[in-house]
């Protein structure tokens, strides 16, 4: 089994800052990547930043220079720093990770249950 907690969602006012967290847990063997996507009301899924466990990054287009994704490797934990929040970063934000298992074959993407930003006055 392998678990993805996410913690730090909440309401903001726009130009405020928000840090979401995501701890992967069980029987992991390897983490590859580690990322957060996000929902908006009424549209698709969307991959917000990832992580690779070299330290390579990725950000679309819409975050660059307002988000940072970090991720301690230890701990198996990423974290999603959020500043200059606008309202359109409203969304459900979902934590990734491409992991293989202990005595599993092959990797596979896991998911957290989702926490809810809400960024409005």
């Known amino acids: 089994q392998v678990h993805l907690v996410e913690s730090g969602g909440g309401l903001v006012q726009p130009g405020g800052s928000l840090r979401l967290s995501c701890a992967a847990s069980?029987?992991?063997?390897?983490?590859?990547?580690m990322g957060w996507y996000r929902q908006p009301p009424g549209k698709q899924r969307e991959l917000v930043a990832r992580?690779?466990?070299?330290?390579?990054?990725y950000y679309a287009d819409s975050v660059k220079g307002r988000f940072t994704i970090s991720r301690d490797n230890p701990k198996n934990t990423v974290y999603l720093q959020m500043n200059s929040l606008k309202p359109e970063d409203t969304a459900v934000y979902y934590c990734?990770?491409?992991?293989?298992?202990?005595?599993?074959?092959?990797?596979?993407?896991?998911w957290g249950q989702g926490t809810q930003v809400t960024v409005s006055s």
């Open positions: 990734n990770a491409h992991l293989s298992r202990v005595g599993g074959q092959g990797s596979y993407d896991y």
């Open positions: 992580t690779t466990s070299g330290g390579s990054t």
């Open positions: 069980g029987s992991i063997f390897s983490i590859y990547t």
